[in-house]
């Protein structure tokens, strides 16, 4: 009987774990540049990021669309509340997914990981290469 239920507290844990490491980043971060504020929320089994609000109003205003995306059809959504982080799940410590900069049109593989309570790191990776930020949780 004791083995039952440490078997059942086992399961329990492992199924509250993805959980509790979403509630660690999830939130409203302030990107490094402090131009806006992604809002991180679980998105079915994964985590996705959208834009929540300018800091910095962009060139063409709260109405920007999506200009740089590489595919036509996605070139008239507006920037304000698009997905940029996608995808990502649970490694450990680290969440691994994709990053996407309208700046640029371009999507990059990406780790996030939490560095202290407020401190949200963000790697955006092509190969080997790999650029790190950190944003800071809105408080």
Known sequence: MARLRLLAFGALLMATTPALAADAV?????????????????????????IDRFLVPPPEGVGQRDVNNPDAKLRSRKLLGMPILSGFTADGN??????????????????????????????????????????????
């Not at 999507?107 to 790190?132: A, D, H, M, W």
């Open 26 to 50: 999830a939130g409203r971060w302030v990107t490094a540049e402090k131009d806006g504020v992604i809002l991180i929320a679980p998105c079915g089994k994964a985590l996705c990021g959208t």
């Open 94 to 139: 680290l969440w691994r997914g994709r990053i996407y900069d309208p700046k640029s049109g371009k999507t990059y593989r990406s780790i996030i990981r939490r560095k202290g309570p407020n401190v949200l790191e963000v790697k955006g990776c092509v190969g080997p290469f790999c650029q790190t930020q950190e944003w800071k949780r809105v408080s």
